[in-house]
T-cell receptor, first 113, second 113 residues
Framework: AQSVTQPDIHITVSEGASLELRCNYS??????LFWYVQSPGQGLQLLLK??????LVQGIKGFEAEFKRSQSSFNLRKPSVHWSDAAEYFC???????????FGTGTKLQVIP | ETGVTQTPRHLVMGMTNKKSLKCEQH?????MYWYKQSAKKPLELMFV???????ENNSVPSRFSPECPNSSHLFLHLHTLQPEDSALYLC????????????FGPGTRLTVT
């Protein structure tokens, strides 16, 4: 079975600073990888996903993520954070087919002026 | 109306009550999911339906009873709940299986008194 780890529970960055959220996964083959964002009181929204092809994936809201097979990582990045990016971010891994997707525990992002 | 909708958005119920949560998706998807999101815990997958058939029951107590009458609607019937069942219940849908991104509803905030 697959698993995913988000080592940072809470991160604080200044508005305009760069951001990197870490995600490590465990799965024997090439996984499906996702990043979702959840604003307070809302459901989760997909930022981007990866399965194959270019290892640098572009998403919505200026986010990107890079798949590194050798490190079993799929870190999320944004060059310049906006106050509206304050939310909780979830990494998820899936094996494909009808097998379930496993979500990480989430990283809560605080943006300070 | 588009996307995934959930009703009610908030629900307070006693331990002896019976209530139902409703989820509806207008995306033409064939898979639907119930998740439980509690504070300081990972997102917990409860049930998965593919083409109206239940394909995953993640060891959920029988006081939670799902129903999927068609690919667009999903219900979660609740009875004799416990206070620890208080949480945000999220519904999601996807085109087919785990390789497709999931679209989430806003959730139902359930409080069991």
């Amino acid at each position: 079975a697959q698993s995913v780890t988000q080592p940072d529970i809470h991160i604080t960055v200044s508005e305009g600073a760069s951001l990197e959220l870490r995600c490590n996964y465990s799965y024997g083959a090439t996984p499906y990888l996702f990043w979702y964002v959840q604003s307070p009181g809302q459901g989760l929204q997909l930022l981007l996903k990866y399965f194959s092809g270019d290892t640098l994936v572009q998403g919505i809201k200026g986010f990107e993520a890079e798949f590194k097979r050798s490190q079993s990582s799929f870190n999320l990045r944004k060059p310049s954070v906006h106050w509206s990016d304050a939310a909780e971010y979830f990494c998820a891994v899936g094996a494909g087919g009808y097998q379930k997707v496993t979500f990480g525990t989430g990283t809560k992002l605080q943006v300070i002026p | 109306e588009t996307g995934v909708t959930q009703t009610p958005r908030h629900l307070v119920m006693g331990m002896t009550n019976k209530k139902s949560l409703k989820c509806e998706q207008h995306l033409g998807h064939n898979a639907m999911y119930w998740y439980k999101q509690s504070a300081k815990k990972p997102l917990e997958l409860m049930f998965v339906y593919n083409f109206k058939e239940q394909t995953e029951n993640n060891s959920v107590p029988s006081r939670f009873s799902p129903e999927c009458p068609n690919s667009s609607h999903l219900f979660l019937h609740l009875h004799t709940l416990q206070p620890e069942d208080s949480a945000l219940y999220l519904c999601a849908s996807s085109r087919t299986g785990a390789e497709d991104e999931q679209y989430f509803g806003p959730g139902t905030r359930l409080t069991v008194t």
